[in-house]
């Protein structure tokens, strides 16, 4: 089992910046890949970013430029640090992992960019 704990979201104006972060209860360097999806209210839930052990990163066409994802092994975080925010990114932000053939979550956390 690996449990996933969110922190970091709130409100922020548009342009503005948050950093969310993600603390497993394991060594992350054992899990293959982690990432960070979001869902706003009525839409599906969306991959967003995702960073492999091997250090490669995927992010979707909308953050491309503006969101980084990383990770500190030592602490067992992985971050989303997410830049020149728009309202449009306005959802639940949820913390993903794959270890193997199991899919671990965290309980999100809520990130609001006011217009």
């Known amino acids: 089992q690996v449990q996933l704990v969110e922190s970091g979201g709130g409100l922020v104006q548009a342009g503005g910046s948050l950093r969310l972060s993600c603390a497993a209860s394991t060594s992350i360097s054992s899990i293959h890949v982690m990432g960070w999806y979001r869902q706003a209210p009525g839409k599906q839930r969306e991959s967003v970013a995702s960073?492999?052990?091997?250090?490669?990163?995927n992010y979707v066409d909308s953050v491309k430029g503006r969101f980084t994802i990383s990770r500190d092994n030592a602490k067992n975080t992985i971050y989303l640090q997410m830049n020149s925010l728009k309202p449009e990114d306005t959802a639940v932000y949820y913390c993903?992992?794959?270890?193997?053939?199991?899919?671990?979550w965290g309980q999100g956390t809520q990130v609001t960019v006011s217009s």
């Open positions: 960073l492999t052990s091997n250090g490669f990163t």
């Open positions: 993903n992992a794959a270890r193997g053939p199991a899919l671990y």
